[in-house]
């Protein structure tokens, strides 16, 4: 993991004494709210629909175990509403059904950050003071800036990859850190790279995506794509440079962020997005990209070339940590326990050294928000970190957990650990390992409740059998337009949209991230008009059972759910969720 600096240390620190002050100022009325929004905002202080939000950032997704326990310091001692506050909000969930409200808890997010929900903004000084202590911030989580650096979880350990991609993280996290050109874009700008084969930090749904990639003669370099987002126009990004050499990386960002800087609307919120810009201009904008990049090589003395000392400087802080010696059984010897073989078969994935595991810890569980954790799982997260996987654990995109040093022969001491706390759930990439946002339970700007849904769908299909016969099946959640939860790229995706003052969500079929070896990175397109909350369970149903009866064989196993859909075309899931509101509605009726 990277290790701060004398100069990074006294940085975060100093940024949480500024805050501290900015904080007092506002409290004495020196500061108008106008005034101060914009500065907690950049520390990543929002205000939702009941409380305060604090966003943590956590670059390319690694946490050492401290940093999980100060976190989980955090959730307890922080993490508590305001009474009044905690009233109303229980009040108008309570009048709408189920709610979902818990406190002194985390949440993962889709960008590898953590997220608190209620902790007050009298306190957050003391937040900010904490997380300093322990190489942690919110600087950047927030407006219209460079957003937290994100990865694939797997990186430095896929058997897969192509190159290490966290040294270029870290080097990206320090150059677009309070960048001086870049604090006030047009619109927010995120940044995802992957060294691996298999793309597992959906790239082309970046502003920007970078892939590893290798030339004919061999080099190291990076395949560059631009314009790629989600909200209310889904784009894929567009690749700009098939091959760029790996020190010429931060030059052509910064060429690509000037122009997007320079050109990018600032009249409308809803077109200030570089794809928007990508997609206007198309070639022209490519054309100012490279006009600018050769200025910055050849003009300017390419200022921001990486010179080979400084990437092994980075690079030192990623090297293997030592592991302790493990004694017990080798991986063919391991219990036959049913249940454990099928953790091993969903939860765990190869790495790239044949002794070792990457074990993903679900967070997927009835009974809690997707991506939840409380102040005590946290804990026991950061003591099986210690225990089994070198004090390391990464935040992933589906939220979730994951312990990327695992010895062979701890496995089955690592699985009965987890078990215990309700983390072995052999569920990965499963139905019930489902994206959500937090929806209109929290975040003021959802027309909708993601939560209430997840559970709905969670509890129904709690059969791991089914589950397993059902196979990999993306279902992603977003409670609004901005597509938090990443519905469009759900191989299912559920968005929640209001209709005269009510819930109503939108289904959409095909949507893939791009980690589908089976092809690359693609939009869902919705099945027909909005069902209502009661409507959605049965609506999945009805996909679900479509998929099993057209489904074939192929290569001596089912098709997958997006591979039947992409056969068959998606007029007879249309039909099935159109039916499924017809008996929904007669059944209620009839009730």
């Not at 309570?94 to 009298?122: D, E, Y």
């Not at 407006?143 to 290490?164: F, L, M, P, V």
């Not at 677009?176 to 995802?192: G, Q, V």
């Not at 026991?380 to 004090?391: C, M, V, Y």
Request: glycine content about 8%.
């Amino acid at each position: 993991m990277y290790r701060y600096t004398d100069f990074d240390t006294q940085f975060v620190h100093l940024r949480a004494a500024q805050f501290r002050d900015q904080l007092e100022r506002w409290q004495a009325g020196k500061l108008a709210e106008e005034e101060f929004r914009p500065l907690r905002l950049q520390n990543g202080w929002y205000v939702q629909r009941y409380a305060p939000m604090l966003r943590v950032a956590v670059p390319y997704g690694e946490l050492s175990s401290g940093q999980l326990r100060t976190l989980a310091q955090v959730a307890r001692e922080y993490d508590e509403p305001e009474a009044e506050a905690f009233k109303t909000a229980m009040e108008t969930q309570g009048a709408m059904g189920t709610t979902f409200l818990p406190q002194n808890t985390a949440h993962f997010t889709t960008r590898q950050n953590v997220q608190f929900n209620w902790i007050p903004l009298s306190k957050s000084a003391d937040v900010m003071d904490l997380l300093a202590s322990a190489h942690l911030h919110g600087i950047q989580t927030s407006g219209n800036c460079i957003r937290n650096i994100t990865s694939d979880e797997r990186a430095g350990i896929a058997a897969d990859e192509i190159a290490d991609p966290r040294p270029f993280g870290e080097i990206m996290r320090q150059w677009s850190t309070l960048h001086p050109e870049f604090a006030f874009l047009p619109r927010k700008f995120k940044i995802a790279i992957s060294g691996a084969q298999e793309d597992r930090a959906a790239i082309a749904w970046h502003d920007v995506g970078l892939q590893m990639v290798h030339n004919a003669e061999g080099e190291l370099g990076f395949k560059v794509l631009v314009g790629g987002g989600m909200g209310r126009t889904p784009v894929i990004g567009s690749v700009i440079r098939e091959f760029l050499p790996w020190n010429q990386i931060m030059n052509y960002l910064e060429a690509i962020v000037r122009v997007y800087n320079r050109y990018g609307r600032r009249d409308n919120i809803y077109k200030a997005r570089i794809k928007i810009l990508v997609k206007a201009e198309g070639q022209r904008y490519f054309d100012d990209v490279e006009a600018e990049y050769r200025q910055i090589v050849d003009n300017d003395g390419g200022v921001h070339t990486i010179p080979q000392a400084e990437f092994d400087r980075v690079a030192a802080c990623f090297v293997d940590p030592a592991l302790t010696r493990h004694q017990g059984a080798a991986l063919a010897e391991l219990p036959q326990d049913p249940a454990f073989q099928r953790w091993l078969g969903r939860n765990v994935a190869a790495h790239r050294k044949p002794e070792l595991r990457a074990v993903t810890l679900s967070f997927k569980r009835l009974g809690a928000a997707p991506g939840d954790a409380s102040a005590a799982v946290l804990e026991a997260a950061a003591a099986l970190a210690d225990r089994f996987s070198a004090g390391e654990a990464r935040v992933t995109h589906t939220q979730n957990l994951l312990l990327p040093w695992v010895h062979v022969n701890d496995l089955y001491e690592l699985w009965q650990e987890a078990t215990q706390l309700g983390l072995a759930q052999a569920n990965i990439h499963l139905l019930t390992d489902m994206i959500a946002c937090p929806g209109g339970d929290f975040c003021a700007l959802a027309n909708a409740r993601s939560l209430p849904i997840a559970e709905s769908i969670t509890e129904r299909y709690q059969d791991l059998d089914e589950l397993h016969d059902l196979g990999e099946i993306n279902l992603h959640i977003s409670g609004c337009i901005n597509s938090c939860g990443h519905h469009h790229s759900g191989h299912i995706g559920i968005l929640g949209v209001d209709k005269d003052g009510k819930e109503w969500y939108q289904v959409t079929l095909g949507g893939s991230d791009g980690s589908d070896l089976s092809g690359p990175a693609t939009p869902g397109k919705v099945v027909g008009p909005s069902f209502a909350a009661a409507e959605v369970p049965n609506v999945i149903e009805a996909l679900l059972d479509t998929y099993r009866t057209q489904r074939q064989p192929a290569q001596g196993r089912a098709e997958t759910f997006l591979e039947t859909l992409r056969r068959v075309g998606a007029d007879p899931f249309k039909a099935a969720a159109n039916s499924a509101r017809v008996a929904t509605a007669r059944t209620e009726t009839t009730a």
